[in-house]
């Protein structure tokens, strides 16, 4: 790209149409990262955030766009993608361009990224790769491996210096159908630097998600269910390939509120998350970057914690009801405070009823859930809503 002002761009739809008939909406903008600049190394792939926290609740889709030069949709015109005719990569061996290559830079190749080689000597072939440049329309992460760095050039030439630009959609269901209500155009500018020999650090990709004394282990892009009011915790570690590196690990962009960090040192944390008795029922995204204390720039990495805010499963003045023991493995035995047959809902991390159980006169309950039951976090609830749980089942291997 040239040169340009960096610009954010914010609408609002407050007067919606359903048949003949308006309404006015209140609504605000999703509030994205503070932070719109980003330094990468090159040869390396990066995981990037730029997810955001809407007040509304409003469901949010993310999109790649084109920079702007004015209101109107006045876009930028990109510059030519950097080419090559071909490579030797032997005395009897070449390596030629792909025709799926870019030509131009665009929304979707915003950056030089690395390719994928394919075929056999003595003519191989470059293709996009498809872990060179990823885009999350879920969730705004990208994944960026730059290919390209162009040593000691001068700032005004532009090298190593690239716009991504990420627009966010915002829906909310009125009268029974999704309809868009607003929408956030943020320029974010990407820096790629040479890192020497330092590796990037990881975030590790199992999390020890706990309610009160009890944990379970699950996979970090798993959604974790929490209710309003009531207080859950996860335990994170990281890890570096480089010996004798301190990391620490932080909520550098973080907009969902009731969350703080514990992050004593040595690569491990503990994050600690109560939904705000007004948060709207929805998903709610907390980045988490890990950072060492390497390299001219320090190596980072940011992963998503999805959580899934609900009230709908119990009220404030709720019981909980005795479960013996849990965490549980195989079998799980309940007390409801009242005798009498009654029902018990079992429901999974997102809400779902997984199974209908029956007490006995005495209100105990006994569930023996089969092994295709994934472990995680379930909630039973009794039938008149008065009585409530949270379960953990840990792995059943």
Request: net charge positive; hydrophobic share 35%.
């Amino acid at each position: 790209m040239g040169q340009a002002t960096f610009r954010y761009e914010a609408a609002l739809n407050n007067q919606i149409t359903t048949g003949s008939t308006m309404q006015t909406i209140v609504n605000s903008s999703p509030v994205s990262p503070s932070n719109p600049a980003f330094f990468i190394p090159w040869k390396q792939a990066s995981l990037l955030s730029n997810t955001a926290f809407d007040a509304d609740g409003d469901s949010l889709v993310y999109s790649l766009d084109q920079p702007i030069s004015a209101c109107g949709n006045v876009y930028v015109s990109y510059k030519p993608y950097p080419s090559f005719t071909q490579v030797q990569l032997s005395p009897n061996c070449y390596l030629l361009p792909g025709s799926t290559l870019p030509a131009m830079f665009s929304a979707t190749n915003p950056v030089v990224v690395r390719g994928d080689i394919t075929g056999n000597c003595p003519s191989r072939t470059l293709v996009p790769s498809p872990n060179g440049f990823a885009f999350d329309a879920t969730t705004g992460a990208l994944l960026v491996d730059p290919s390209r760095y162009v040593a000691n050039s001068p700032s005004a030439d532009g090298e190593n210096k690239y716009v991504v630009v990420v627009k966010i959609t915002e829906y909310r269901k009125i009268s029974g159908s999704y309809v868009v209500v607003g929408s956030t155009r943020r320029d974010l500018f990407v820096t790629v630097y040479d890192c020497g020999t330092n590796q990037m650090l990881t975030l590790t990709r199992t999390i020890g998600v706990q309610v009160g004394t009890s944990q379970v282990q699950q996979p970090i892009g798993m959604p974790i269910p929490v209710l309003a009011g009531e207080p859950i915790s996860v335990n994170l570690t990281a890890t570096d390939r480089n010996p004798g590196q301190t990391l620490t690990l932080s909520l550098m962009h973080n907009n969902v509120p009731g969350v703080t960090l514990q992050n004593p040192g040595s690569g491990v944390a503990r994050l600690n998350f109560t939904p705000p008795l007004r948060l709207p029922n929805g998903l709610y995204r907390v980045p988490v970057t890990v950072e060492d204390n390497a390299c001219p720039l320090r190596g980072n990495e940011t992963q998503l914690l999805t959580f899934r805010v609900h009230r709908t499963l119990a009220t404030r003045a709720a019981t909980t009801i005795a479960a013996y023991p849990t965490p549980f493995t195989s079998e799980v035995q309940f007390q409801l405070t009242k005798s009498g047959v009654q029902q018990l809902g079992v429901y999974d991390q997102l809400g779902r009823l997984v199974t209908t159980l029956r007490s006995q006169a005495d209100g105990s309950v006994r569930w023996q859930p089969g092994t295709e039951l994934p472990a995680g976090l379930y909630f039973a609830r009794s039938g008149d809503g008065s009585q409530l749980i949270r379960l953990l089942r840990s792995d059943t291997k």
